[in-house]
């Protein structure tokens, strides 16, 4: 097993990753959004209902492209667009556009539909029958441990992805399309790194405690380099959840 920590001095895996039936799922839902964007909430919503399952890793990402209409949006980042317009290429979009949802990294549409999300969450679930879901744990002194299982992947590998996030956010918002309204935003993405190039082979990782603040979630996705589909993806969340 190739074993790596992701900080000079970081502690080494004291113990293996709690044990998890890995079966076919969870599958991944990104909201691209903006506090900025009078179409958006609505998909917020969605994202807040989704963030319940446990068959659903939903994360929402903030971009930066509307903080120029009047309000700027406190979680957007240019992190969180590049991401989007990566998808925008490999999906084949037209354009950029929000609210957009994309599905287990193969799908998009807005989001703000709920018989349309099940929809292309089904279609997702169909997709694939096996999935490289990665065990997730937290040691002793806080760092988080991540394994992966042997998987069959491309010659091109798989890219693995960590997710640091807020639960939860409600923001009033003084100016702009939102005016007067009090936003509620779900699974806000703070950080995003890539751990790791992935060839198949089983594999762990430790990344350090100083990753991450007290309360906030964290999520693990496994995708077909190049931001391709998704190969799998798990969360770990705080037991109580604001």
């Known amino acids: 097993m190739k074993r790596r920590s992701l900080l000079i001095g970081s502690a080494a895996m004291a113990a293996a990753p709690a044990a998890r039936a890995t079966g076919a799922g969870p599958w991944s839902v990104e909201l691209f959004t903006s506090q900025g964007c009078s179409s958006c909430p609505p998909a917020d919503a969605e994202l807040g209902k989704l963030i319940r399952r446990p068959d659903i890793v939903a994360l929402s990402f903030h971009v930066d492209y509307w903080d120029y209409i009047g309000w ?11 991401r989007q317009k990566i998808y925008a290429r490999t999906l084949r979009q037209s354009s950029l556009y929000t609210p957009e949802m994309v599905f287990d990294g193969a799908a998009h549409e807005p989001g ?11 279609q997702a679930m ?3 029958s096996a999935r490289a879901t990665p065990r997730l744990a937290r040691m002793g002194d806080g760092a988080l441990a991540i394994a992966l299982d042997a998987f069959t992947v491309d010659r091109y590998g798989a890219d693995v992805t960590l997710a640091v996030y807020d639960r939860h956010h409600s923001t009033p918002v003084k100016r702009g399309e939102n005016e007067g309204a009090t936003l509620d935003n779900f699974n806000v993405v703070r950080r995003l790194e890539k751990i790791a190039a992935w060839d198949g082979q089983p594999a762990s990782w430790t990344v350090a405690a100083d990753r991450f603040e007290p309360g906030q979630g964290v999520a693990v996705l496994v995708q077909k380099s190049g931001q391709g589909p998704m190969l799998g993806c798990y969360k770990l969340e705080p037991v109580a959840a604001g």
């Open 72 to 82: 700027k949006d406190p979680f957007a980042s240019k992190a969180s667009t590049d």
């Open 112 to 122: 703000t539909d709920n018989s349309e999300v099940q929809a292309l969450l089904d």
């Open 126 to 128: 169909r997709r694939t």
